[in-house]
């Protein structure tokens, strides 16, 4: 019978050391294939929710009204990171208030990975919210585009983008001047900002 042999410490060693530096080159892009993909999956969510909040206008031939929301009930915040909500405006007034028989369609609960939701250029409902028309235009007497800026700790040069223009459709934000950040909705090549 042939004696069992174990590794020698110097085996294992080198063992543990080619492991360590194989975890020291793969986590740090394993990190940030995970923040890409979460900045994709959030981004992907809001431009779900506005097609959905425009198609529902549509459908119903009511106002439907998209708002940040941090309690997920009320229209109250500028931070769209916070959250937002999509409900039905059944008496047409525009008011970003759910009451009557308004109906609360969706409910989107705050972004992780600390990240900023900002929006900017519009002129309508204030800066927390916007409604789209039973027409499925966007609801204001002077429309404008806007954006919606998405940002992580990595800044401007990794932010992603929603513009809305003044219809009310919506697509991702595209880096126009290939200066390795995407542009907003002014047209002139202006880039988005991270708060």
Not at 57 to 72: F, K, M, P
């Amino acid at each position: 019978m042939k004696d069992a042999q174990g590794f020698t410490l110097i085996e294992l060693l080198v063992v543990i050391s080619v492991v360590a530096i194989l975890a020291g080159l793969v986590v740090p892009g394993f990190t940030s294939f995970i923040r890409d993909n979460r900045m994709t999956s959030q981004i992907n969510t809001l431009v779900g929710a506005i097609h959905f909040a425009r198609g529902e206008a549509a459908n119903r031939r009511s106002i439907v009204t998209l708002c940040a929301s941090s309690d997920q009930a009320t229209c109250n915040t500028t931070n769209w990171e916070a959250g937002w909500i999509i409900f039905t405006d059944s008496n047409n007034n525009g008011d970003a208030v759910i009451n009557g028989s308004d109906e609360l369609l969706l409910v989107q609960e705050a972004l992780d990975g600390n990240t900023t939701l900002r929006s900017s250029g519009f002129n309508f409902g204030g800066a927390g919210k916007f409604h789209y028309a039973a027409t499925g235009f966007m609801m204001a007497a002077d429309p404008q585009a806007g954006t919606f800026t998405l940002c992580d700790e990595q800044g401007a040069s990794d932010a992603r983008a929603i513009i809305v223009n003044i219809s009310g459709v919506s697509r991702l934000a595209t880096d126009e001047n290939n200066d390795g950040i995407v542009n907003d909705h002014t047209g002139n090549l202006g880039n988005v900002s991270c708060p």
